[in-house]
């Protein structure tokens, strides 16, 4: 069965530090591959997607993440973060080939952003 | 612009009663998903519908109901709201195929008391 594990409950980083979120997923194969942010009181928003090709994927708000397949995971990086992006980042997993999109999400990471 | 609206964005309820939580897509979205999303566990698939009038059990389908008469219009129901349902409830919609993104809304946030 698909798992996703976002080891990192809460993570504090101060502006302008570089940031990396943890995920790891459990699957037989290649899945398609998920970040959204959910800010306070909001909906979930897309950050990236990974499904094919190049194995590190840009995304917006300058984030970006790896698809490492022998490690099974595919974290999110930013160089340099903003007050902003202070809020609550998920990891996903789909899979291939099935007749719909059900996703898999990991339980979450909430960053907080020091002045 | 993409827009997932969901009816309310905060409901207080009292234990026994019936509880409907609308979500509208205006993407002409076949697929549509309702989850639920409590500290700690992220977010747990209830039900999905992929067409009209289809519905499927996600991971936690008990004590709720789905119903899906239009494309763009997908209901929950709780048949008798429990104090364990209070929870953040989250809808959204995508296209059929397994790298399309899923369009969220922003969400219900459920008092039973």
């Known amino acids: 069965a698909q798992s996703v594990t976002q080891p990192d409950i809460h993570i504090t980083v101060s502006e302008g530090a570089s940031l990396e979120l943890r995920c790891n997923y459990s699957?037989?194969?290649?899945?398609?591959l998920f970040w959204y942010v959910q800010s306070p009181g909001q909906g979930l928003q897309l950050l990236l997607k990974y499904f094919s090709g190049d194995t590190l994927v840009q995304g917006i708000k300058g984030f970006e993440a790896e698809f490492k397949r022998s490690q099974s995971s595919f974290n999110l990086r930013k160089p340099s973060v903003h007050w902003s992006d202070a809020a609550e980042y998920f990891c996903a997993v789909g899979a291939r080939g099935g007749a719909t999109n059900k996703l898999i999400f990991g339980t979450g990471t909430l960053l907080a952003v020091q002045p | 612009d993409v827009k997932v609206t969901q009816s309310s964005r905060y409901l207080v309820k009292r234990t026994g009663e019936k509880v409907f939580l609308e979500c509208v897509q205006d993407?002409?979205?076949?697929?549509m998903f309702w989850y639920r999303q409590d500290p700690g566990l992220g977010l747990r698939l209830i039900y999905f519908s992929y067409d009209v009038k289809m519905k499927e059990k996600g991971d936690i389908p008990e004590g709720y109901s789905v119903s899906r008469e239009k494309k763009e219009r997908f209901s929950l129901i709780l048949e008798s709201a429990s104090t364990n349902q209070t929870s953040m409830y989250l809808c959204a919609s995508s296209e059929p195929r397994g790298q399309e993104t899923q369009y969220f809304g922003p969400g219900t946030r459920l008092l039973v008391l």
């Open positions: 699957y037989g194969a290649t899945p398609y």
């Open positions: 993407m002409d979205h076949e697929n």
